[in-house]
C-alpha cells in the first residue's frame, strides 16, 4: 500500500489550498484517512481526520478553516485549506490505517504514511 500526497506550495497569506492524497495497492479496506502536519522544531500532530465510524475530527486550529472529505471509489481524500496563516507553513503528511490482501489474504490494519507536501504561507 502506498499513500501519495499532492498539491502542497507556497501561497499568500489568506489564500488556499487543496491537498489530495491518494492510496494504491493492494488494499481491501481503508478505516480511517486523515492529514497530520510538522513545522520545524515540532511533533507531527493531526489535522483533521475521518475516524473510524466516519465521523470527522479536526485540530482547533483547523476547525472553520480546513474541511476534509474523500472520495472512496477513488481511495482519495482531500484537505480544502482557506485563510491560510503564516503559523500554517509545514509539511503535511496524509495518512491511513489500512488492511491490505496478500495472496489472497486479508491482512491486519496498518498504519501508512505519504511522503509529505510542503505548504509554505508567506507573502
Known amino acids: 500500500v502506498q499513500l501519495q500526497a499532492y498539491g502542497g506550495g507556497l501561497v499568500q497569506p489568506g489564500g488556499s489550498l487543496r491537498l489530495s492524497c491518494v492510496a494504491s495497492g493492494s488494499i481491501f479496506n481503508i478505516y480511517t484517512m486523515g492529514w497530520f502536519r510538522q513545522a520545524p522544531g515540532t511533533h507531527r500532530g493531526l489535522v483533521a481526520k475521518?475516524?473510524?465510524?466516519?465521523?470527522?475530527d479536526y485540530a482547533e486550529f483547523a476547525a472553520g478553516r480546513f474541511t476534509i472529505s474523500r472520495d472512496n471509489a477513488k481511495n482519495t481524500w482531500y484537505l480544502q485549506m482557506n485563510n491560510l496563516k503564516p503559523e500554517d507553513t509545514a509539511v503535511y503528511y496524509c495518512?491511513?490505517?489500512?488492511?491490505?490482501?496478500?495472496?489472497?489474504?486479508?491482512?491486519?490494519?496498518?498504519?501508512?504514511w505519504g511522503q509529505g507536501t510542503q505548504v509554505t504561507v508567506s507573502s
Open positions: 495518512n491511513a490505517a489500512v488492511s491490505a490482501t496478500f495472496d489472497g489474504r486479508i491482512g491486519p490494519i496498518a498504519d501508512y
Open positions: 475521518y475516524n473510524s465510524y466516519g465521523n470527522t
